[in-house]
């Protein structure tokens, strides 16, 4: 099984699902991860504003943000390995990774 994580920009909650204006790609990689944790998979997400460790010392990370800067985020680690950055990973991708069958969620 792969390991995912998603280390995210500061929001204001762990989902960034708060507010009156819901971002719906926040909103569907939070529905997303939801789905593969009910199916056993372990996705683990990273909110600056609460782990601001972490992504120091996650050297893969650090070395990230510090040539590409924070504008990065979200960065997204497959296996220690930056996957993707500056968007979050596509229901498809998500599915790909895990070997959970997501396409009943949407087409992107």
Not at 69 to 74: K, V
């Amino acid at each position: 099984m792969k390991k995912i994580e998603i280390f995210d920009p500061a929001m204001c909650c762990p989902t960034g699902l708060c507010g009156t204006n819901i971002n719906p790609e926040l909103m569907r990689i939070a529905v997303v991860i939801e789905t593969l944790k009910r199916q056993g998979i372990t996705v683990i997400r990273h909110n600056l504003r609460d782990e601001p460790q972490i992504y120091v010392s996650n050297q893969t990370i650090n070395d990230y943000l510090q040539k590409y800067g924070a504008e990065a985020l979200p960065i997204t680690l497959v296996d220690g390995e930056v996957t993707i950055s500056k968007t979050y990973p596509t229901t498809r991708q998500m599915s790909e990774w895990t070997g959970i069958n997501l396409d009943f969620m949407s087409t992107k």
